[in-house]
């Protein structure tokens, strides 16, 4: 029998040693009560060869070096009494079960083993302090495991849990510290005992069990069957080896992986380094675990992406590059390195002018019939936005200073930003962007406007399409000496909230 792990963790200020890689996703298989290692280990092989080598990977070398293999989250095994006991505990503390349910939730696990049943009815009291104990052990191992190997190197978390693995994965949602990991972590339950997937709270969560799981179904406040197949609780046998399991397994796996990917870069940016220049280069600190470092400097591709090394240097860029060079066909004067990823992202010398909305709201203001009168948007944790006060008048967001002054360099560039509004009945045309400068205001219409999902616009930053005929000289002029920068914001004749984020003027897109 294993010795209980009682593991406090200190987590103290460290500087990573092993490569953050923002692009992968580490799968991990939690397994259920009476399984010792060969067991759980046989299950998380069947596991990674039926599913994710079969259905996801498909031999594609990317997504073999983005997933790997499947690994082991192991629910100790202490034999069958204090198993059935541990589950019972866990049940209990999170209140889906009273004292009452005690002798239910027994029966549904000790089902065809009376044996067991008398003993735990016999010994749970005199044994809860060591089932707590040891309990809370086994949550401590698992949660250094996911923090160690993936949540500190940027990893996101898929965990496929089984049997008593999905109260232990609701046990480890509620302890992932610092919260913010929380939207980093995905959670497949199957054959739950549990009320609920935690991992749901973030969106991130959900579950399969059979109609006919014998252990699973007569548990008080278990979720319902959504699958059908033979009556059986075994995660090979019953679920892996069943075709309608096996199929929401695949879908439902399939649907939580790019659901991790989407989430936002855990760095941002720190300081920037000869900005405008080939040289450009910045550092980047952890947007919420202020225990972890990395003082290397990293190549800005595209800043608000993801980190992770390319050649032996770091870099922000959007996933799946493998090189990056300074010689290419077709490269422009002011161009200076460019990844090798499906948007060849690059580095250019000259303008480059950002907000991301990463921790605040960036010294953006609103002017117009919006936020009741005032200036300030809701900061919304990696997005700005406003609520229309209805009162005539269309609303805009105002770009802060640095989005003003000389921007002759900019000329020939992008300007872009994502916009999303409450409801597209009622649209009306308006200017979407406005340039006020010391030589003249200028306005742009797109045509168009957001969905209810962030939608992208952009507008090259040279002299055709504003609402006034302009020569390259007049527009330069223009650029040289912004005062204002307008994005509109209200779209609709009525009630509307809308948002913005992502605003880059840049050559990088």
């Avoid at 629910?75 to 589950?87: A, I, K, S």
């Avoid at 949540?151 to 898929?158: A, I």
């Avoid at 548990?219 to 033979?230: F, K, Q, V």
Wanted: contains cysteine.
């Amino acid at each position: 029998m294993k010795k209980i792990l009682i593991l406090i963790v200190m987590i103290t200020n460290f500087s990573v040693g092993n490569t953050i890689n923002e692009c992968k996703t580490d799968i991990y298989f939690g397994n259920g009560v009476w399984n010792d290692t060969d067991d759980a280990e046989e299950n998380r092989k069947e596991l990674e060869t039926l599913i994710l080598n079969k259905e996801i990977i498909k031999g594609d070398p990317a997504l073999q070096a983005k997933y790997g293999k499947v690994k082991l989250a192991y629910n100790w095994g202490q034999g069958t009494l204090f198993d059935v006991l541990e589950t019972y505990y866990q049940l209990r503390e999170s209140g889906q079960l009273d004292g009452i349910g005690f002798y239910t939730a027994i029966a549904a696990l000790t089902v065809e083993m009376p044996e067991i049943t008398l003993s735990a009815l016999v010994t749970q009291k005199l044994m809860e302090p060591f089932t707590k104990d040891w309990e809370q052990g086994n949550v401590d191992e698992m949660w250094q495991k996911y923090y160690n190997e993936s949540f500190k190197l940027g990893h996101r978390v898929l965990l496929v849990s089984h049997s008593q693995g999905n109260l232990f994965a609701n046990r480890i949602f509620d302890t992932i510290n610092p919260p913010d990991y929380k939207m980093y972590f995905a959670n497949l339950q199957v054959a739950s005992p549990a009320s609920q997937v935690k991992a749901d709270e973030v969106g991130k969560g959900t579950y399969v069990t059979l109609w006919g799981d014998p252990i699973i179904n007569p548990i008080p406040g278990s979720m319902s069957g959504n699958a059908h197949g033979s009556p059986g609780h075994a995660f090979i046998a019953a679920y892996l080896n069943q075709e309608d399991p096996y199929n929401k397994m695949v879908s439902r796996i399939k649907m939580l992986l790019p659901a991790l990917d989407a989430e936002l870069s855990q760095w941002q940016t720190d300081q920037e380094i000869e900005r405008g220049t080939c040289n450009y280069r910045i550092t980047v600190k952890h947007r919420f675990d202020p225990s972890i470092e990395m003082g290397e400097t990293v190549y800005p591709f595209a800043p608000n992406k993801k980190l992770y090394q390319v050649n032996g240097e770091y870099v922000k860029a959007t996933c799946g590059g493998t090189d990056f060079t300074n010689d290419w066909d077709g490269k422009k004067e002011n161009e200076c390195w460019m990844i090798n990823n499906e948007l060849k992202e690059k580095i250019v010398a000259g303008c480059y002018i950002a907000s991301f909305f990463d921790e605040d709201d960036e010294g953006w203001t609103i002017i117009g019939d919006a936020q009741q009168g005032g200036s300030k948007p809701d900061y919304m944790d990696g997005y700005i936005q406003a609520t229309d006060d209805v009162v005539g008048g269309t609303w805009y967001y105002s770009a802060p200073a640095k989005f003003s002054g000389d921007l002759s360099s900019c000329y020939g560039d992008s300007f872009s930003f994502d916009l999303r509004q409450s409801s597209t009945d009622h649209q009306f045309v308006a200017q979407d962007i406005i340039i006020d400068s010391k030589y003249g205001i200028i306005n742009y219409k797109f045509g168009y406007g957001p969905g209810t999902s962030w939608t992208p616009f952009e507008k090259d930053m040279i002299e055709t399409g504003w609402n006034v005929n302009l020569t390259e000289e007049q527009f330069k002029k223009i650029l040289s000496s912004v005062t204002s920068i307008l994005i509109r914001g209200e779209y609709r004749d009525g009630f509307d909230i809308g948002s913005l984020d992502n605003v880059i003027i840049s050559h990088n897109r």
